[in-house]
């Protein structure tokens, strides 16, 4: 198998890194280095991120039915090549490659669509008048660059839940996927720059380095993240530094609540495919059971019995199986934990 050398996406087309420096992207399913990815440096964030606001200057400028009919062409194109962005996204992340057109592609291709609407559908509030013959409102206007940083789990969903609002209100962004799963974002990008101009959506690669140049970089005017509460509160922290507004997606630990009058069958089955789905990396995965115990055993029976039926597990190649591994090395390693304790 031939090893993929990533690059940079920067000002509408592939860049490789000032760094010079790359780390290796492994199969989850197969534990084989298939990709070589930058490990972009401060100097390689400060360039993005000039180029962004470079690119801010005009498309700030540009009116909502403009930027709907380009998220409505992305949409359109990323539809078009639904199988090839599932083909890079189960090699990116081991997922299920039945499962990825229906479950994540189609739904981005659809949330695509959802920010195109809202574009042209902000508000703007007159407040009255506080003194005579003067009228205040509120104006919608863009924040500017926006530094976006998106988690492994989901790599193509949440880059569209980044990019495609921020788009959408006329900013500009530079966006870093997750070290172990960069691919799926970077076609993303190539996607979306036929329908855009230059510097408008850029992607960096790279690891907590790079995330932290990120954050820090004096450019950006607001960040996104979607993590845990650690790097969350490192995000607040850091932004608070330069006032930089701050949007953040941390953690997440979902109970189920069992009650012994509840069709146990129903609730097994509901809660089998929320807890395995994805390998049960999920924010809203059930976690956690808490069952009324007059219920507990007729409940644990049921809910043996259906992981035993439903919740199969192999290549991502094969046919109806619910998920493949987890994602990544530490997170084996911390799954592996919990059993362990």
């Not at 990815?37 to 964030?45: G, L, Q, Y």
């Not at 509160?233 to 006032?243: F, I, N, Q, R, T």
Request: with cysteine; aromatic share 8%.
């Amino acid at each position: 198998m031939s090893v993929k050398k990533l690059q940079n996406f920067i000002g509408g087309k592939y860049q490789s890194p000032i760094s010079e420096s790359f780390s290796d992207v492994i199969d989850p399913s197969t534990e084989q280095v298939y990709a070589h990815a930058p490990v972009s440096s401060v100097a390689d964030v400060d360039h993005a991120y000039k180029v962004a606001a470079k690119a801010f200057e005009t498309w700030s400028q540009t009116t909502p039915s403009e930027r709907q009919l380009a998220l409505f062409r992305i949409a359109d194109a990323l539809e078009a090549r639904a199988e090839e962005a599932a083909d890079v996204e189960s090699e990116n992340t081991g997922k299920p490659r039945t499962t990825l057109v229906d479950y994540e592609i189609g739904p981005s291709v659809d949330q695509i669509r959802f920010f195109a609407g809202a574009a042209r559908n902000l508000e703007g509030r007159a407040t009255a008048e506080y003194q005579k013959d003067h009228t205040s409102s509120i104006r919608r206007e863009p924040s500017g660059v926006i530094g976006q940083v998106t988690p492994w789990n989901y790599p193509l969903n949440m880059a569209v839940w980044k990019f495609a609002p921020a788009i959408a209100a006329g900013n500009t962004i530079v966006l870093k996927p997750s070290d172990t799963t960069p691919a799926s974002t970077l076609l993303l990008a190539e996607i979306a720059s036929e329908f855009l101009p230059e510097g408008v959506f850029n992607v960096v690669t790279g690891d907590r380095d790079t995330g932290r140049a990120m954050i820090e970089n004096y450019i950006p005017q607001m960040v996104s993240i979607t993590g845990s509460v650690r790097a969350g509160m490192e995000v607040a922290k850091s932004a608070s530094s330069d006032l930089k507004r701050v949007h953040l997606e941390l953690g997440g630990k979902a109970p189920v609540i069992v009650f012994a009058d509840a069709d146990f069958q129903k609730a097994a089955e509901g809660i089998v495919a929320a807890g395995f789905f994805n390998a049960g990396q999920d924010c809203t995965a059930a976690t956690r059971l808490l069952v009324q115990e007059s219920g507990y055993d007729d409940f644990m029976a049921a809910l043996i019995a259906e992981v035993k039926n439903s919740a199969k597990v192999g290549m991502p190649s094969e046919p109806d199986i619910l998920f493949g591994p987890v994602n990544n090395a530490n997170q084996l390693a911390r799954a592996q934990g919990f059993i362990d304790r």
